[in-house]
């Protein structure tokens, strides 16, 4: 069974363990190990997610969510709001064995029932990443919109997704 909950002090180590993890399956043929791994070192250190915890825990309408399959913490997921009517979807990430079990979608739709009113949800990822881009586009998400990013050296092709919503009156 799934359950999507708020994240928590206490997921700090599964969340790095799903980073580590998810980063190494999913961009081992996009990036060199050691950008992986000073990636991981930096983006999800014990005090950068802290901080990021505490600042979720703080809001009024709180945007970082944790999966759970049958009590395991299997992935998780963070959006921030561009404007009014805008979010970003700045990482989603299920382990590779729980994928394809409808987290991933489970997390949008609950983004999408506690963040309401908007109506675009965007998100990039990797024109190389085909797990990511299949399930950008099994949500309903548009390619709108590519743009080169090169990181210590490495030229990647970013593609922007966009997901419309009907905003109900």
Known sequence: MITIRFVSRDDVKDIQ????????STYEHIY?????NNFIEKAYSREDLNRTI???IQRSKRNFLIAEYNKETVGYAQI????????????IYVRPKYQ???IGKAFIEE????LKPFNKLIAWV?????IGRFFYNKCGFKEVEELI???????TTLIKYELELIIEL
């Open 80 to 91: 921030i709001q561009i404007n009014d009517n805008e979010y970003e979807l700045l990482r």
């Open 32 to 36: 060199s190990l050691n950008y992986i």
């Open 111 to 114: 983004f999408i029932k506690d």
């Open 54 to 56: 505490e600042r979720d």
């Open 149 to 155: 990013e090169i990181t210590e050296g490495h030229s």
């Open 17 to 24: 363990s799903i980073a580590h993890e998810t980063w190494m």
């Open 100 to 102: 394809k079990l409808g």
């Open 126 to 130: 990797e024109k190389e990443n085909d």
